[in-house]
């Protein structure tokens, strides 16, 4: 592993100015050629909020079981916990309950540290409770996509729904899809 470089406040502020970095977060600086991806900025967000957690369309996208682009990036926090100020993303916090914050979580690592981002199922029952924010099509899609790829655990997926409090809503969407 490479040594962290010390770099003074003034220079970095100087490469800002000068068209070589651009400022995502106070204090975090990337190369002006290095586009962040929805990776990257999640794995930078965490750097900043460990509590932060890649969810809806853009967890969907991280497990290929959507044709949506994500607009921004998902991330739910537990309620309480703030959001890291971001410059030039597009970053949509969703708050979720405390106890309800590491519920089909799954942790990854990539080249910037550590990142979480909601199970397949976990991810299919959030877009189901925000359905009328995001679109039901987004489930209805999502969860083909997911039986078809063999990516879904119908057993985990009503585990999940069930302590999510969304179990008795979900049911019929369940039954009429994976009939």
Known sequence: MAKKQEVSRG?????????????????????????????KMIQWITARQPAATMNLISALSHHGITTQIPAYLSVALPRGVRMPRVYDYPVKAWATKREWAEIGVDEYRGEFGPYRVTSPERTLVDCFRYRHKIGLDVFMEALTMARQQKKLDTWKLDDIARRLSASRLITPYLKMALA
Do not use: H, S
């Not at 970095?21 to 929805?38: K, S």
């Open 11 to 39: 220079t970095l502020y100087y490469r800002e100015a000068k068209g070589d970095l651009i400022r995502l977060m106070p204090g975090f600086f990337v190369n002006a050629d290095e586009l962040p991806t929805e990776e």
